[in-house]
């Protein structure tokens, strides 16, 4: 048994040791266990956070996209409520009549039918430009999750595995297929 020394640390350890008795390392590949990729899902949530908010703070443009994303989501949902209510309340003259007391044929009637619609048309309207600025947003969302994910294993030596839900599966294939050089608009 011959001694020699560690690769990382430099003690002297014996030529059989399958790990340095100074600093721990693992000599039975020659590659510390330090240098393997860590897993992200393992990581506690106060590093995870750290980690986000070190990306962002080294891409500040990335930050703003997604807290896009969450106000188009809301701005979604919220016209969806305004269309079905205004739907509700267009379709059923009755509901005004019991209501506000009014005689079917009055001009208040009317000119509250014709508010109902204008509604209807209004909230259509944003439902259909939010679902489209949101698919926008949400594709620009998975290119920055990309380019963290690259990050993370280049930078920080973490691998990170990416989820989507059944719902979310044409924003998987648009993660696979979009290249990390493309430039988040």
Not at 58 to 66: D, E, L, R, S
Not at 88 to 112: C, N, T, W, Y
Not at 115 to 129: H, K, N, Q, Y
Not at 142 to 151: G, H, M, Q, R
Request: charged content about 25%; proline content about 2%; overall charge positive.
């Amino acid at each position: 048994m011959a001694l020699t020394q560690c690769p990382k640390c430099n003690g002297n350890i014996s030529d059989t040791a399958k790990r340095c008795v100074h600093c721990g390392c693992d000599l039975t590949n020659g590659k510390d266990r330090a240098d393997e990729k860590r897993d992200f899902d393992a990581l506690p949530v106060a590093q995870k956070n750290e980690l986000r908010d070190e990306f962002y703070a080294a891409h500040p443009q990335y930050g703003k996209i997604n807290d896009d994303v969450y106000d188009l989501m809301f701005i979604s949902k919220l016209s969806y409520v305004c269309f079905t209510v205004a739907m509700l309340v267009l379709f059923s003259g009755q509901v005004l009549h019991k209501i506000f007391g009014l005689d079917p044929q009055s001009e208040l009637m009317a000119v509250m039918l014709v508010a109902m619609i204008a509604l209807v048309a209004i909230g259509l309207a944003a439902i259909i430009a939010s679902r489209i600025f949101l698919d926008k947003k949400i594709k620009a969302s998975c290119l920055i999750l990309k380019k963290y994910k690259l990050w993370l294993a280049t930078e920080k030596n973490i691998n990170m595995r990416i989820y989507f839900e059944k719902s979310e599966i044409k924003y998987k294939k648009y993660f696979d297929t979009v290249k990390v050089e493309t430039e988040v608009w």
